[in-house]
């Protein structure tokens, strides 16, 4: 009904439920409520109101001859009265019409209430009922049964159906009435957007975040795809196309709005190359071979790129001969040796 303005009009559709989670929720609920002990309670508690249902008929009849009864008197009387005494006579006329108007209505409502009652069920219905519940779940999720003939079975055994939707939790609650008068509560999950089934899940950009302290892009894509996780429009796991991939992280960043790595090092007080070799005094190149053989620390923040830690109050020097290297490197392991012994001592 209000598909129409959308269509017309492009306005936004007053309300919006998709049947298919609904739909698969109601039947596994109607199956499992469909079996031969519940058929035999419900016959049981439907024997049981057809005797309350004779009950009320007796009295009806009773009723109806009481009623048939006074109206009967109020003939006679009107009868036996002298023709001559109009003022009676009219009375009389009065009460007799009152008392079959009370009897045309008792008639009428013992009529009403008896088309009300369903029909008393024999034992032939009966074992055709037992023996349906016992193929039922089959019949329900058989494909060949049409959805037309799933209704007519539902229309059988629920009074209505009221749906909820929540959108900001992504569920419907579903509340069924069946024809005992028994109620269930159902919660359905909402299917997914063509939007929310592109979007990476918010767990992963989470997960992202924290390795953006300790790993680059190529680095934080192995990860993901080690644990089995996949970036969000992946219809088909397991092909190359649908793993994370160093472009993947860096549009995830991008997108959300994460603080790059290089930001992250650049907050822990890390310097660039062209800081760092004008901190120690030497030429770029050389500190990328000082950094090679682990004389000073880098932190890659995206693919070969590097910012360096700064060094403190004791830099490492530039030795201008292979003498000076050499004598540096024994006082170096003179002191390494001193402190062992200290430690020892």
Known sequence: MCDRVSRARAEPNCQSIAGGPIDKAVGMLVADKMTPAAVELALEIRREIEARQEEADQLRRRAIERAQAEADLAQRRFMMIDPSNRLVADTLEADWNDKLRALTKAREERERARREDQVVLDD???????????????LWADPATPNRERKRLLAHILEDA?????????ITKVHLRFKGGNTETLTTLNPKSSAQLVKTESKIVELVDRLLDEHVYSEIANLLNEQGLRPGGSARPGREADRFSKKRVAYLVDRYGLRSRYDRLRDRGMLTKKEMADRLGIHEETLVQWAKHGIVNSHAYNGRSFLYEDPGPNPPTKHGSRWDRLVDRASAKQSQHAHIERQEV
């Open 162 to 170: 009221t749906l909820i939707k929540f959108p900001a939790e992504g």
């Open 124 to 138: 032939a219905i009966r074992e055709r009922l037992v023996a349906m519940t016992t193929d039922f779940k089959q």
